[in-house]
Antibody
Framework: QVQLQESGPGLVKPSQTLSLTCTVS??????????WSWIRQHPGKGLEWIGY???????YYNPSLKSRVTISVDTSKNQFSLKLSSVTAADTAVYYC???????????WGQGTLVTVSS | QSALTQPASVSGSPGQSITISCTGT?????????VSWYQQHPGKAPKLMIY???KRPSGVSNRFSGSKSGNTASLTISGLQAEDEADYYC???????????FGGGTKLTVL
């Protein structure tokens, strides 16, 4: 059973960089065939794609966030990470890491982590 | 504004059936049979309920079914139960440039 777990600071100051890591267990990122993704949900709102990384390192970012987002992978640790720069209060959200399979299905989700942007 | 349009809320009584629509365009829902549906209870991560338009993952009740007609996908829940009360989101593949788009979510209330 694949499991994903987000970790990182729950509070980030405005203009700083939000950094989260997703640790994958029960499956290897290196095995290929999956898109390791970040998705966020603003309080009381819907879901928003941030982007994904493939095990090879290729990435896709939501155009609305592209200038501020970097997603990286560490296959040796079976982890992938999110960095979102120049954050504002509008970036306060629950951040989920997730696995997307070849049929565009999000088949596994992390539990989510709330990140608050505040001074 | 979400790329896919869902009703903000639907409601039904226990035992009844309800349908949640998810309207997109010929660039997403209409072009691919890659719509998935997710159930989210308060404070929890979303859970996959339907994939590839109409397939159910192992462990999901057969009271949940999915379909598509043109640019609109639908999720039907039959024999409503109190535990079905949750938010539901659709998601569709939208081509190599956009990749995936979500609906805005529908709050299901079981009366």
């Amino acid at each position: 059973q694949v499991q994903l777990q987000e970790s990182g600071p729950g509070l980030v100051k405005p203009s700083q960089t939000l950094s989260l890591t997703c640790t994958v267990s029960g499956g290897s990122i290196s095995s290929g065939g999956y898109y390791w993704s970040w998705i966020r949900q603003h309080p009381g709102k819907g879901l928003e794609w941030i982007g994904y990384i493939y095990y090879s390192g290729s990435t896709y970012y939501n155009p609305s966030l592209k200038s501020r987002v970097t997603i990286s992978v560490d296959t040796s640790k079976n982890q992938f990470s999110l960095k979102l720069s120049s954050v504002t209060a509008a970036d306060t959200a629950v951040y989920y890491c997730a696995r997307v399979n070849g049929s565009s299905t999000i088949d596994y989700w992390g539990q989510g982590t709330l990140v608050t942007v505040s001074s | 504004q979400s790329a896919l349009t869902q009703p903000a809320s639907v409601s039904g009584s226990p035992g009844q059936s309800i349908t949640i629509s998810c309207t997109g365009t010929s660039s997403d829902v209409g072009s691919y049979n890659l719509v998935s549906w997710y159930q989210q209870h308060p404070g929890k991560a979303p859970k996959l309920m339907i994939y590839e338009g109409s397939k159910r993952p192992s462990g999901v009740s057969n009271r949940f079914s999915g379909s598509k007609s043109g640019n609109t996908a639908s999720l039907t829940i039959s024999g409503l139960q109190a535990e079905d009360e949750a938010d539901y989101y659709c998601c569709s593949y939208a081509g190599s440039s956009t990749l995936w788009v979500f609906g805005g979510g529908t709050k299901l209330t079981v009366l």
